[in-house]
């Protein structure tokens, strides 16, 4: 932290963000191999913004304090964006950012490669206007929300944040029958650890599109399977065609379902669906998802890109601040229930019977083999 404190005031000084951009592409670079997630290391970014903000407000005043927020603000929204580039980069096993130049040192214009968005790999990321798209593009694994997809689509939001668009759209490749497979089963936990904890990949996507402060829309064309359904669930709207289907699998796994998910499930869908779709595991077609307001808008397969990005466009029309205080508050509002600590902790126990059971790992195993499971209930 230090050491990027001081690097920020050596860009302030020098009037160039060159060093901030150099140093955020190796640390991102060396945090994505050791596993860490793209939101702990911005949030590294946001604890420094605020301590130079509160320094500059301690030690200037008038034109001098602006000018110098203004320039921090410029340097560190560099580096942050770095971070975002080069964890798409890498999730999406493209090219390397490493053996790069910025475009500032080649002399080309970064606005234009940011507008241009981000190409190949398992996401892929693109401006058009106001609206940006995040398409999951890993055709050979199903759109699997792998710790590397996830991590790729976390890091295309913050790339996208950056560059200020006011709606998000968030699809599949077009030509996919299956718009996810939903989490990668194997990289689950083999129980004695919670295998959807805070700071499982998957949970900390669905955090960072349901805090994004603007709207996402979920294009579904295809089929959408267990933790896909969450992440479906997440977004802030729905547009399908008749090829969606929308399933909660984690009952052929034997794999409890946390308190958060199923929160997201009831804030959206009535208490008797959401029993029958934990408990069947059973599809929901398009039109019975449209009758129960899974979906906002179902079309035509030939209709739903051009509805979706039109109806993306008119919300990036309207009035970014007043868009980020609602879905604020309307998070808020949905997310933050009251439960007594005893009870927590008692449903807490019973997860972790469910996830140490054999009937998980029977779960885990009888998918590994492709067969069906036999489960005993121990």
Known sequence: ???????????????????????????????????????????????????????????????????????????????????????????????????????????????????????????RTEVLGQVGVITLADLGRRNVLSAQMADGVAAALGSLRADGVRAVVLRAAAGMHVWSAGQAIDELPRGRRDPLGYNDPLERLLRAIRTYPAPVIAMVHGSVWGGAFDLVLSCDLVTADETAAFAITAANLGLPYNITGLLHSLGRLPLNLVKEMFFTAAPLDAQKAREWLVVNHLVGPAELERFTLDLAATIASKSPMAMAVVKEQLRVLTDYQPIAAHVYERVQGLRREAYDSGDYLEGLTAFAEKRPPIFRGT
């Not at 490493?98 to 981000?118: C, I, K, M, N, P």
């Open 1 to 123: 932290m230090r050491d990027l404190f001081e690097l920020v005031v050596q860009c302030v000084h020098e009037g160039d963000a060159e060093p901030i951009i150099v140093a955020s592409r190796q640390i991102a670079a060396d945090r994505f191999e050791a596993g860490f997630g793209i939101a702990q290391i911005q949030g590294t970014f946001d604890v420094l913004a605020d301590v130079l903000w509160r320094h500059i407000a301690s030690t200037l005043a008038g034109d001098q304090r602006i000018e110098t927020l203004r320039l921090v603000n410029t340097i560190l929204g560099a580096g942050k964006d770095t971070l975002a580039q080069t964890y798409v980069d890498r999730a999406s096993r493209g090219r390397s950012p490493l053996d790069e130049q910025s475009a500032a040192s080649r002399g080309g214009d970064a606005g234009a490669t940011r507008a241009a968005g981000f190409t190949g790999g398992a996401v």
